[in-house]
T-cell receptor
C-alpha cells in the first residue's frame, strides 16, 4: 500500500529557532495536508495544499507542495513553547479517492 | 461552531462486552471515517462512509462495525471487544470525495481489559 515517510521522528529545539520537517511518498498525491495534534486532542488541520509547487502560509507556518507531487515540507519560524505537539502530514492520492494516507508524525519539543 | 463530536471521550470495558462510540458532525459533510491511533503505527483507517447508507472497509476493519443511517452520525460498534482493540479512536469528516480537508473529533480513549 501507499506509504508516507515523515522525518524527523522527533525534534528538540530552543524557543526562537526555526523548524523544518518533511514527508515523501512513493506515489503521486494530489493533496497534501499538515495537521498538529496536542496531547489528549484530535489532529487539527494547519495547512492544505492542492497544487504542485504551491507555497502556503498560516502565521509562522509555511508549507509547500513539492513539484514532483511526491513530497511536502512544513516550516515553523521563530518557535514558541505552544508549538509543542505532534505534526502529521497526510496525502490524498490521485484517482478521486477520499482516503488519506498519514505519516507517522514528528514530535516537536520546544525548550523555553 | 463547526465541529465533530465523539462520545464517550474515555471508556474502560471488559472483553466481550458490546460497546458503541458515537460520532456526530454538524457541517453537512458527506464523507465520514473512523481511525485508530497506536504508538509507532500512526493513524490507521478502520471504516469510512461516502454518504448515507454507503460504508466500506478501511485498512483495519476486523472486529468493528459501522452504520450510516443519517448524514450527521457515524457510530463505531465493537460487538465483542478484545484487548488488542485498546487504542485511541478518532472520527473525521469532510465534504466529499476529493473535496477539502478532513476534520477530526477529539478522540475516544478505549481500554479493553
Amino acid at each position: 500500500g501507499q506509504q508516507l515517510n515523515q522525518s524527523p521522528q522527533s525534534m528538540f529545539i530552543q524557543e526562537g529557532e526555526d523548524v523544518s520537517m518533511n514527508c515523501t511518498s512513493s506515489s503521486i498525491f494530489n493533496t497534501w495536508l499538515w495537521y498538529k495534534q496536542e496531547p489528549g486532542e484530535g489532529p487539527v488541520l494547519l495547512i492544505a495544499l492542492y497544487k504542485a509547487g504551491e507555497l502556503t502560509s498560516n502565521g509562522r507556518l509555511t508549507a509547500q507542495f513539492g513539484i514532483t507531487r511526491k513530497d511536502s515540507f512544513l516550516n515553523i519560524s521563530a518557535s514558541i513553547p505552544s508549538d509543542v505537539g505532534i505534526y502529521f502530514c497526510a496525502g490524498r492520492a490521485q484517482g478521486g479517492s477520499e482516503k488519506l494516507v498519514f505519516g507517522k508524525g514528528t514530535k516537536l519539543t520546544v525548550n523555553p | 461552531e463547526a465541529q465533530v463530536t465523539q462520545n464517550p471521550r474515555y471508556l474502560i470495558t471488559v472483553t466481550g462486552k458490546k460497546l458503541t462510540v458515537t460520532c456526530s458532525q454538524n457541517m453537512n459533510h458527506e464523507y465520514m471515517s473512523w481511525y485508530r491511533q497506536d504508538p509507532g503505527l500512526g493513524l490507521r483507517q478502520i471504516y469510512y462512509s461516502m454518504n448515507v447508507e454507503v460504508t466500506d472497509k478501511g485498512d483495519v476493519p476486523e472486529g468493528y462495525k459501522v452504520s450510516r443511517k443519517e448524514k450527521r452520525n457515524f457510530p463505531l460498534i465493537l460487538e465483542s471487544p478484545s484487548p488488542n482493540q485498546t487504542s485511541l479512536y478518532f472520527c473525521a469528516s469532510s465534504f466529499g470525495v476529493g473535496e477539502g480537508e478532513q476534520y477530526f473529533g477529539p478522540g475516544t480513549r478505549l481500554t479493553v481489559t
